[in-house]
């Protein structure tokens, strides 16, 4: 990182951090993004660096050298939970349903197949695993709905033959936030979705 901030020891320094208070940090360089505080290398370095920092300490040396408010709580629109994990999730229903709902965890890829049958993931109250996550979705005469929260960037690549295949993203995304890929086919069924706000923790 090019002129990184310099550290100053607080009380809390040594505490281990939590993932309220990555979520805030996430939160203060957004900020700082959209004000013209950070460049676009300089907040993606600083935001790889908030995932790798282990104590509050580490965290506070991301933020100290901007103008943002700290005083006010930072409500960021979703929660990160970093893995090493790279095994995908497989999620299956086949003449029946299943749901993903509440605090879950969202793993880099997600695999989900809907055969005469029905899925929802509900993503509003979900922890990413990633800064950008991909979910690939196969749909044969069934149907998947997938809801996402206020502020995350969808990238629907789907394809629907006989069928529709659209999941929307939520207007004005939020840069401290996860990008949600949405891949796979709907044939014969339907893969949607819908924006909602997140859930006050």
């Not at 959209?34 to 600083?46: A, I, K």
């Amino acid at each position: 990182m090019e002129n990184p901030p310099m550290r100053r020891d607080s009380q809390t320094s040594h505490l281990r951090a939590s993932d309220s208070n990555r979520e805030q940090v996430a939160a203060l360089l957004g900020e700082a993004l959209s004000t013209g505080q950070l460049s676009h290398d300089e907040y993606s370095e600083r935001l790889d660096g908030l995932y790798q920092a282990k104590t509050v300490g580490e965290l506070e040396i991301l933020t100290q050298d901007l103008q943002v408010e700290r005083h006010r709580p930072a409500a960021g629109p979703v929660s990160y939970v970093p893995g090493a994990s790279s095994e995908p999730e497989n999620i299956v229903a086949i003449f029946g349903g299943t749901e993903r709902k509440g605090r879950w965890r969202v793993r880099r890829r997600t695999r989900a197949l809907a055969l005469f049958g029905g899925m929802r993931f509900d993503l509003t109250g979900a922890e990413f695993e990633a800064r950008e996550v991909e979910i690939t979705v196969n749909a044969f005469f069934g149907g998947v709905e997938i809801i996402v929260p206020e502020g995350v960037e969808v990238r629907c690549q789907g394809v629907g033959i006989f069928g529709g295949f659209d999941v929307p993203s939520a207007a004005g995304a939020d840069p401290s936030a996860p990008v949600v890929v949405v891949k796979g086919l709907a044939l014969f069924g339907g893969v949607g979705g819908k924006v909602r706000r997140r859930p006050e923790r």
